[in-house]
């Protein structure tokens, strides 16, 4: 029960995430908005491992937040000096 409630909430915030993501006036606010769905699909992951017992989905998720972690800066210093 706890569990459709905590994936509902997710997944509505991915959905207006993605409205972000698409609509954002600037460049900043939609690398802001990737850098918030990583986050929550993060977390989706890791309800995910709860869920299934499958604790190898754990690893996967510090996996993908280390590498869009590293993204996210790539992204931000391209955002800050163009090149």
Do not use: H, N
Not at 51 to 62: H, Q, T
């Amino acid at each position: 029960m706890i569990v459709s409630i905590f994936l509902l909430v997710i997944g509505a915030a991915i959905v207006l995430c993605l409205i972000r993501l698409i609509k954002g006036p600037t460049a900043t606010d939609r690398a802001v908005a990737l850098d918030t769905v990583t986050t929550v699909t993060t977390a989706l992951l890791v309800i995910l491992a709860l869920v299934f017992k499958r604790y190898i989905y754990l690893d996967v998720a510090l996996v993908y937040a280390v590498l869009m972690f590293i993204g996210s800066v790539a992204i931000a210093r391209f955002l800050e000096k163009g090149i």
